[in-house]
């Protein structure tokens, strides 16, 4: 792994983080070929995103995307693993099985042996810059950040872990994929099986606050410094929508309705959450353009003040902000949509995890917004 602590001190820190969303991976994907070229270009030096970046954070399907970046695979490599095997990760079990689960583990398990190396240990050499997977203890109930920091007060323990398998308990979403056991030695060097579950299944789904965290906390040992021209982070979603029951509909609703219900909102919420607390600490980008006008009006309607508010509320209160925070998502909603010259797409059915049929649309969603949003000019500043 390149030794980041070696660094000039004097430049400043980037950070990237990867929402979770299953196949609407492909729109961070996306996202990530446009970050890539353009600094290329800005630099005017070909270079990978491990060698760009100090710290890469993913949950779910962000930890795919963080660990193929941390190992120097190319972006476009990356998008190519959902056109390739997306169709083949999302094939239902028989129908029996389905009371546990709706797909099998032995795909997804071999695509990333293939990719990652089924030898490839997450304290190897091969990764090239930091890495922070989120993920699930069940078996213990707390959520877990998997980590290569060499000063990190657990690396002894997973270290030897394969990369793999991490990645993999990061990806076990409930219903979707069964559990990832993975055998972690404790203090003493004894093996302890434990069972892992995706780690969106927490307020971690969107991990920029934990990447944050990470980072600049000296209780996790890298202790970088902070401030808005100190500490870059670009987080990358999988896109969000609002979780609705049609009117009328919720006095029908039976118990396994809630608890779809009940899951998405939660996590739609943390999501949200995350967003409000990184938008309340960090600084836009400056001379960023003006906020679309459909993802203000998506906060409002969830009762949440909207980016360019919180920049007026921490001004008021005084605050100090501790990074430049650019967010890169969308508003899954007809009217985005529309305004991206998508109206053949249906919203309802990119909003799906496991939405196979629209892998080609998602691509496109991912294209849209790369090629709104994706402003390295912007922040070239952290790069030259």
Same mark, same amino acid.
């Given at each position: 792994?390149?030794?980041?602590?070696?660094?000039?001190?004097?430049?400043?820190?980037?950070?990237?983080?990867?929402?979770?969303?299953?196949?609407?991976? *492909?729109?961070?994907?996306?996202?990530?070929?446009?970050?890539?070229?353009?600094?290329?270009?800005?630099?005017?030096?070909?270079?990978?995103? $491990?060698?760009?970046?100090?710290?890469?954070?993913?949950?779910?399907?962000?930890?795919?995307?963080?660990?193929?970046? $941390?190992?120097?695979?190319?972006?476009?490599?990356?998008?190519?693993?959902?056109?390739?095997?997306?169709?083949?990760?999302?094939?239902?079990?028989?129908?029996?099985?389905?009371?546990?689960?709706?797909?099998?583990?032995?795909? *997804?398990?071999?695509?990333?042996?293939?990719?990652?190396?089924?030898?490839?240990?997450? %304290?190897?050499?091969?990764?090239?810059?930091?890495?922070?997977?989120?993920?699930?203890?069940?078996?213990? %109930?707390?959520?877990?950040?998997?980590?290569?920091?060499?000063?990190?007060?657990?690396?002894?323990?997973?270290?030897?872990?394969?990369?793999?398998?991490?990645?993999?308990?990061?990806?076990?979403?409930?219903?979707? +994929?069964? &559990?990832? /056991?993975?055998?972690?030695?404790?203090?003493?060097?004894?093996?302890?099986?434990?069972?892992?579950?995706?780690?969106?299944?927490? /307020?971690?789904?969107?991990?920029?606050?934990?990447? +944050?965290?990470?980072?600049?906390?000296?209780?996790?040992?890298?202790?970088?410094?902070? %401030?808005?021209?100190?500490?870059?982070?670009?987080?990358?979603?999988?896109?969000?929508?609002?979780?609705?029951?049609?009117?009328?509909?919720? =006095?029908?609703?039976?118990?396994?309705?809630?608890?779809?219900?009940?899951?998405?909102?939660?996590?739609?919420?943390?999501?949200?959450?995350?967003?409000?607390?990184?938008?309340?600490?960090?600084?836009?980008?400056?001379?960023?353009?003006?906020?679309?006008?459909?993802?203000?009006?998506?906060?409002?309607?969830?009762?949440?003040?909207?980016?360019?508010?919180?920049?007026?509320?921490?001004? =008021?209160?005084?605050?100090?902000?501790?990074?430049?925070?650019?967010?890169?998502?969308?508003?899954?909603?007809?009217?985005?949509?529309? %305004?991206?010259? *998508?109206?053949?797409?249906? &919203?309802?059915?990119?909003?799906?995890?496991?939405?196979?049929?629209?892998?080609?649309?998602?691509?496109?969603? =991912?294209?849209?917004?790369?090629?709104?949003?994706?402003?390295?000019?912007?922040?070239?500043?952290?790069?030259?």
């Amino acid at each position: 792994m390149e030794n980041n602590d070696s660094n000039p001190p004097s430049r400043p820190k980037r950070l990237l983080s990867i929402d979770g969303g299953g196949l609407a991976g *492909l729109i961070p994907a996306e996202s990530l070929i446009a970050i890539e070229r353009q600094l290329n270009a800005i630099t005017g030096q070909e270079a990978l995103l $491990c060698d760009r970046f100090d710290l890469i954070g993913g949950t779910s399907t962000g930890a795919i995307l963080a660990a193929g970046l $941390c190992l120097g695979l190319k972006a476009e490599q990356l998008r190519d693993f959902y056109l390739d095997y997306g169709q083949e990760i999302f094939t239902k079990v028989f129908l029996l099985e389905r009371f546990w689960h709706l797909y099998p583990s032995g795909p *997804l398990a071999q695509h990333l042996k293939d990719v990652f190396g089924e030898d490839t240990a997450l %304290g190897s050499k091969k990764l090239r810059t930091n890495i922070l997977i989120v993920s699930k203890n069940a078996t213990l %109930g707390t959520n877990w950040f998997f980590t290569n920091n060499p000063k990190g007060r657990y690396t002894a323990n997973n270290a030897g872990l394969p990369l793999w398998q991490v990645v993999r308990a990061s990806t076990a979403a409930p219903t979707f +994929f069964p &559990p990832q /056991s993975i055998s972690v030695p404790d203090d003493q060097g004894h093996p302890r099986d434990f069972e892992f579950i995706d780690g969106g299944v927490s /307020s971690y789904n969107n991990p920029s606050l934990q990447v +944050f965290l990470e980072a600049t906390d000296p209780r996790y040992r890298f202790g970088w410094p902070t %401030g808005a021209d100190k500490l870059l982070m670009i987080s990358l979603g999988t896109g969000f929508s609002a979780v609705t029951v049609p009117a009328g509909k919720a =006095g029908h609703y039976n118990l396994l309705d809630w608890a779809r219900y009940s899951v998405k909102e939660l996590l739609a919420d943390a999501n949200l959450q995350q967003n409000v607390l990184m938008h309340l600490i960090g600084q836009p980008p400056k001379g960023k353009g003006p906020i679309p006008a459909a993802e203000i009006a998506a906060a409002r309607a969830a009762g949440t003040p909207a980016p360019d508010a919180l920049d007026v509320m921490s001004a =008021g209160l005084g605050f100090t902000k501790a990074l430049t925070y650019q967010r890169i998502t969308i508003d899954l909603a007809r009217e985005r949509l529309d %305004g991206l010259n *998508l109206p053949d797409i249906d &919203p309802k059915k990119v909003r799906e995890m496991d939405a196979v049929d629209q892998i080609g649309n998602l691509q496109r969603i =991912g294209q849209a917004i790369a090629n709104e949003q994706v402003r390295m000019d912007l922040l070239k500043q952290f790069f030259v």
